[in-house]
């Protein structure tokens, strides 16, 4: 009978089972681990216990190890009695689990983008334009319309453009541009054209706008200046007119104030509403003017037209006293104030420079 040592016979004695192990680091690792934890039983404090702890985690990890190889090769054995489809649906479980476990990204919604209209845009002032020939390459269109709209390529109620072939439903013309609320007697534009126009305006009012500052500095004046913008409102073409006249006055010494105050004139004259027109006209002209103005609000009570003034009619199904109960009632309503508003600021801003 083989004899054993004394820290083997003491681990015995604690309750511990010898294993033979074939693998020399391992029975060296165990030697090692028993030794530490038999001196610590005897009470030898010298020897150092990290031996024992790192042959704790290296025997677990062991374990781990063994199972892992141990479901693996159940696993191939199974997979070696299934059929293809078994095998294929397994994978897919596995595949779908390996996907769950994943750390998902947070996905913020992004904010829905609000559609940036333009400034409102009353069509008809743009056709008077048109017609006016302020744009020379833009001419009312004499042919075949479309049949199908511009912007949805869609038939329906379409409406024909004054200006180009297009056809467009009026509720793809509010989604691209805002415009006044049309009456019946209105005509249409298309949203491309509506945006043609809009930008050979924006172009002229620049050249207006240079040609003022150059204007302006000629007489002596900063036209960028923003005392003098109240001068010249926009939307005015024609509102500067230069006269060689002031050259010479200027050579003989005319003063900057001067030159400001005649600038202030001919912008005063150019920006006179008819109101202020009346006022300053004699009374057998004030009674032409009350006469006319009679009759052009007779026109407008009883649905006739007169020659250059804005149509009217009355609403079919409004109650007395001429109360608005339609949509187009409400537009031309609208555009009368509107036109209303511009007059009262003109008329304003000259009492400014009067005073």
């Known amino acids: 009978m083989k004899r054993t040592s004394t820290y083997t016979s003491v681990l015995e004695a604690l309750g511990f089972e010898r294993q033979r192990h074939n693998d020399p680091l391992r029975s060296k690792a165990l030697r090692t681990a028993h030794t530490?934890?038999?001196?610590?039983?005897?009470?030898?404090?010298?020897?150092n216990y990290e031996t024992f702890l790192s042959f704790q985690?290296?025997?677990?990890?062991?374990e781990e190890r063994r199972k892992a190889?141990?479901?693996?090769?159940q696993l191939k054995e199974e997979m070696a009695k299934m059929s293809k489809k078994e095998k294929l649906k397994?994978?897919?479980?596995?595949?779908?689990?390996?996907?769950?476990?994943?750390?998902?990204?947070?996905?913020?919604p992004k904010k829905a983008k609000v559609p940036v209209l333009g400034p409102l845009v009353d069509v008809m002032v743009l056709i008077e334009e048109v017609d006016t020939g302020r744009y020379p390459s833009i001419t009312r269109y004499q042919g075949k319309h479309k049949d199908y709209c511009c912007f949805c390529q869609e038939g329906g109620a379409l409406y024909h453009c004054t200006v180009c072939r297009n056809s467009e439903h009026l509720e793809c013309l509010t989604l691209k541009q805002d415009v006044h609320d049309p009456t019946p007697e209105d005509e249409f534009l298309c949203h491309?054209?509506?945006?043609?126009i809009l930008c050979r305006r924006k172009r002229a009012e620049k050249r207006r706008m240079e040609k003022r500052v150059e204007v302006m500095g000629k007489a002596g004046v900063d036209?960028?200046?923003?005392?003098?913008?109240?001068?010249?409102?926009?939307?005015?073409?024609?509102?500067?007119?230069?006269?060689?006249?002031?050259?010479?006055?200027s050579a003989t010494g005319t003063t900057g104030k001067q030159k400001?105050?005649?600038?202030?004139?001919?912008?005063?004259?150019?920006?006179?509403?008819?109101?202020?027109?009346e006022r300053m006209s004699g009374p057998a002209d004030k009674n032409a003017v009350q006469v006319t103005r009679s009759k052009e609000l007779a026109c407008v009570q009883y649905g006739e037209k007169p020659g250059n003034m804005p149509h009217i009619q009355q609403c079919?199904?409004?109650?007395?006293?001429?109360?608005?109960?339609?949509?187009?009632?409400?537009?031309?309503?609208?555009?009368?104030?509107?036109?209303?508003?511009?007059?009262?600021?003109?008329?304003m801003i000259a009492n400014c420079l009067v005073a």
Not at 36 to 47: H, K, P
Not at 192 to 196: D, L, M, N, R
Not at 235 to 249: C, I, N, T
């Open 260 to 277: 400001v105050s005649e600038v202030k004139r001919v912008a005063l004259s150019t920006s006179m509403s008819r109101d202020q027109k």
């Open 192 to 196: 491309v054209c509506i945006g043609k």
């Open 36 to 47: 530490a934890l038999a001196c610590s039983y005897l009470g030898d404090e010298d020897r």
């Open 316 to 347: 079919p199904v409004g109650g007395p006293g001429g109360l608005i109960c339609c949509s187009a009632c409400t537009a031309s309503f609208s555009r009368m104030l509107t036109e209303t508003a511009q007059e009262m600021e003109a008329q």
């Open 57 to 62: 985690n290296r025997t677990k990890l062991d």
């Open 223 to 249: 036209g960028n200046d923003p005392e003098m913008m109240l001068t010249f409102p926009e939307g005015a073409p024609e509102m500067v007119v230069h006269d060689k006249s002031e050259e010479k006055q």
């Open 69 to 73: 190889e141990e479901e693996r090769r």
């Open 90 to 108: 397994i994978l897919e479980k596995k595949k779908e689990e390996k996907r769950k476990n994943r750390t998902r990204k947070i996905v913020v």
